[in-house]
């Protein structure tokens, strides 16, 4: 995809983000790799406002172009860089994440489609100062073998191949969270084990989840 098909996604996903309902007003950020660098939206712009030349442009020394950048471009940065498997990044303050994140819960197998985050839980990073060094070390540690993680009193952060698949998990994340939450009222839930996490991960492999049957066949 090239650079402008990339900038019109982006802001095309952070409108997204607003209508689902995982994000509100001008909170969160998203950012994407691009050449050596990557973009990423501008800081304190209402997204119903952004256009695809407003997003910055950024190289991994922390260098960037036009508009001042988010005020978390350091996890940004910093995931793109070390993860290698990731071209996005999406952080949101979706409702329900945040909700356990200020009670720095974990999300644990309670639901096998918490393997979609990569693993048997989806992580609370421990609290620290919204875009500080801090904050995007903690976040890297819960993201190790990760695609997810929430951020304690703060919100959650997906990754992604591509927006879209980043969004989605986001949004898969947020109703993860909000079923956990939920369950909750009703005492704690069982667990489940490793080894069953283990077989919904091979399932995965298996039948390639999310592909409709038509395109499975042919896979």
């Not at 860089?81 to 197998?109: G, W």
């Not at 703060?154 to 909000?178: D, N, P, R, W, Y």
Request: aromatic content about 6%.
């Amino acid at each position: 995809m090239d650079e402008m098909s990339l900038r019109r996604d982006m802001v095309a996903t952070c409108r997204q983000m607003n209508d689902l309902g995982i994000n509100q007003g001008t909170s969160g950020n998203v950012s994407v790799r691009c050449g050596d660098g990557l973009l990423i939206t501008p800081t304190s712009l209402p997204y119903d406002e952004m256009q695809p030349d407003d997003l910055v442009w950024m190289d991994f020394a922390g260098n960037f172009k036009g508009l001042r950048p988010s005020s978390e471009w350091r996890f940004h940065r910093d995931i793109l860089f070390a993860r290698k498997d990731v071209d996005a990044v999406l952080h949101c303050h979706s409702t329900y994440a945040a909700t356990l994140a200020c009670h720095h819960k974990d999300i644990p197998s309670f639901h096998y489609m918490v393997a979609m985050a990569g693993g048997t839980t989806i992580r609370c990073a421990p609290y620290a100062t919204f875009g500080t060094q801090e904050l995007s070390d903690v976040a890297l540690t819960a993201l190790k073998d990760r695609s997810a993680c929430l951020l304690g009193h703060h919100g959650q952060i997906a990754l992604g191949t591509t927006m879209k698949s980043a969004l989605k998990l986001a949004v898969e994340v947020e109703t993860l969270a909000k079923m956990y939450v939920e369950v909750l009222s009703l005492g704690e839930p069982e667990i489940l084990s490793d080894e069953e996490m283990d077989n919904v991960f091979q399932q995965i492999r298996n039948v390639g989840y999310g592909l409709t049957p038509s395109a499975e066949s042919a896979a």
